[in-house]
């Protein structure tokens, strides 16, 4: 089996967004999304004070989840959740990466359903997460989907594709076998 990654709902997620998901995700990699079982949130990771989960934990969650064989340790895990997330540093986030454990997070809590652009900005995330699962970094080519979004405006405008540089880092270390995972 060649370069996969799993995508893993993390509570109650639209089925048709999760196949979305998968789908652009396979297209802008060129690997297998393979659709995993329902993860149920960690109240765990809930934090009464911001009314929010924290987005660590979830991470730690996806890891735990790459570690179950049969599933080979050398791909990834996207975690897709419909709960806010935060981060120490910040408010709150759209996702969230950790290149060295080859894991992923998109939380859908703030793009706003209802107004067709939820699928849209579910796939940049995705992307752009995964992406730096590869070891690409921030960007700033504002039509890049490794752009780093501060709001809602900056994911609709950025684009769901890399820019040529980015792009060219990751061939380079697909084929290089530089992407190394923990």
């Known amino acids: 089996m060649g370069e996969s990654i799993k995508i893993v709902p993390l509570g109650d997620i639209d089925g048709g967004l999760i196949m979305e998901i998968a789908s652009q995700v396979s297209m802008s990699f ?44 050398e791909h990834r895990v996207l975690g897709i959740t419909d709960v806010d997330l935060y981060i120490p540093d910040l408010n709150y986030v759209f996702g969230l990466a950790d290149e060295t454990r080859s894991v992923a997070l998109v939380s859908v809590a703030r793009f706003k359903k209802g107004n067709g652009r939820l699928i849209e900005r579910a796939v ?46 990751l061939d380079a270390r697909i084929l290089s076998g530089e992407v190394m995972c923990a």
Not at 151 to 169: A, I, P
């Open 124 to 169: 940049k995330t995705a992307v752009h997460e995964i992406g730096h699962t590869y070891g690409l970094a921030h960007c700033h080519d504002n039509r890049c989907v490794m752009y780093f979004s501060y709001n809602l405006s900056d994911t609709d405008y950025k684009g769901k594709e890399f820019c040529l540089k980015c792009r060219k880092t």
């Open 30 to 73: 060129g690997i297998t999304a393979i659709v995993d079982e329902m993860q149920c949130c960690h109240e765990s990771a809930y934090n009464r004070r911001r009314n929010q989960y924290s987005g660590e934990a979830f991470l730690k969650l996806m890891e735990d989840v790459r570690g179950e064989t049969p599933f080979p340790r």
